[in-house]
């Protein structure tokens, strides 16, 4: 069975830091590009960032680059992104997702809620 | 970044009744556009990728077409699951983005 599992979420305070982790298992993991997509509260999807099947490739949406670092870990099957400088408006629930056509992922998490308030 | 816009935000129907909602793009995606369906407290779920080819395990009376900037996403008679928000997307050009959703709610 396919399954990505995400944790790491949590209320954190405006220009705090939180790092993601998604857990991958049931598929060829290092196989694939895989990415964080989020979305705030009542609102629609924005794919956060995305990184190739061995990490060398990396890009970021404008509104998080220099802020948010996507890395992978094959070895462990496990997905990271630090969050840093964190703002109200990252507050979301995070997805991880991933599959075998690149950009139109198949396998996704349940989520990690992220809050960002003071 | 390329917008994508559907139409109409919202439909009501009822079990049975076939239904089409659109994706338009700001510019050309190719064939790149996929169709995900949520509902709620749930991840999305991939429907349709690259405009016409179904994801592994979606029924034969879910369908999608168009090329370029137009796409349709075709549910030939509505289940009560199917009663959901549908969102376009397109790996044309990154950064990938997502369209603004349409609710699909039963009547």
């Known amino acids: 069975e396919v399954q990505l599992v995400e944790s790491g979420g949590g209320l954190v305070q405006p220009g705090g830091s939180l790092r993601l982790s998604c857990a991958g298992s049931g598929f060829s993991f290092s196989s694939y590009w895989i990415q964080w997509v989020r979305q705030a509260p009542g609102k629609g999807l924005m794919w956060v960032s995305r990184?190739?099947?061995?990490?060398?490739?990396?890009n970021y949406a404008d509104s998080v680059k220099g802020r948010f670092t996507i890395s992978r870990d094959n070895a462990r099957n496990t997905l990271y992104m630090q969050m840093n400088s964190l703002r109200a408006e990252d507050t979301a629930v995070y997805y991880c997702a991933s599959g075998p056509v690149v950009g139109a992922p198949e396998y996704w998490g349940q989520g990690t809620q992220v809050s960002v308030s003071s | 970044e390329i917008v994508l816009t559907q139409s109409p935000a919202t439909l009501s129907l009822s079990p049975g009744e076939g239904v089409t909602l659109s994706c338009r793009a700001s510019?050309?995606?190719?064939?790149?556009l996929g169709w995900y369906q949520q509902k709620p407290g749930q991840a999305p779920r991939l429907l349709i990728y690259d405009a016409s080819k179904r994801a592994t395990g979606i029924p034969a009376r879910i369908s999608g077409s168009g090329s370029g900037t137009d796409f349709t996403l075709t549910i030939g008679s509505l289940e009560p699951e199917d009663f959901a928000l549908y969102y376009c997307q397109q790996r044309s050009n990154w950064p990938y983005t997502f369209g603004q959703g349409t609710k699909l709610e039963i009547k």
């Open positions: 990184t190739n099947n061995d990490g060398s490739s990396t």
């Open positions: 510019q050309s995606v190719s064939s790149y």
